[in-house]
């Protein structure tokens, strides 16, 4: 894990504010920023309660966004910032979508496919190998999601 640059913390720090809009909407907090040439192209947020849909996590958002945007399916000089770190859903557009990089803050220690329970990236067999760093804003990333589900807890309890 390298010391993240100036330019990835900033970029975290407006996944974080998506993933604000996500937790006032009820959601899993977790957002997304997608940057091509050093300029934001897409943003997403989680929204699968909302939009009735199980493919609507922050990553895919922002690809489907940044895709419109550049009008092609491949984004292979883009960087995704994201505030969890990608299922196996979510990691499998990723690579379809040719990202040169994935920037995540929280480890998934349930269903991260980046580094806790898979690394599909580093998997030799693939024909695509999108570079990742992980733990940029760790600390901020982890509280968000662990302040909403203590939240959920207590409402439930």
């Known amino acids: 894990m390298s010391m993240p640059n100036m330019r ?17 909407i009820n959601e899993v ?8 040439n050093d ?13 009735n849909d199980p493919s609507a996590h922050a990553e895919i958002v ?22 969890l770190e990608p299922c196996m859903m979510c990691s499998g557009a990723i690579m379809h979508a040719r990202l040169s990089r994935v920037v995540y803050g929280a480890q998934d220690p349930k269903t991260g496919c980046a580094h806790s ?16 760093e992980r733990g940029v804003l760790e600390t901020e990333c982890s509280q968000i999601l662990k302040d909403f589900f203590k939240e959920r807890r207590l409402r439930n309890s």
Do not use: C, S, W
């Open 117 to 132: 329970v898979l690394n599909l990236f580093d998997n030799k067999q693939l024909n695509h190998h999108t570079m990742i």
């Open 62 to 83: 922002a690809l489907r966004l940044g895709g419109q945007a550049v009008g092609n399916y491949r984004l292979p000089d883009a960087t995704l910032y994201v505030t």
């Open 29 to 36: 907090p977790v957002g997304a920023v997608l940057v091509l």
């Open 8 to 24: 990835d913390i900033e970029f975290m720090q407006l996944a974080l504010e998506q993933a604000k809009v996500a937790q006032r």
């Open 39 to 51: 300029r934001v192209i897409a943003l997403g947020h989680n929204q699968p309660i909302n939009q």
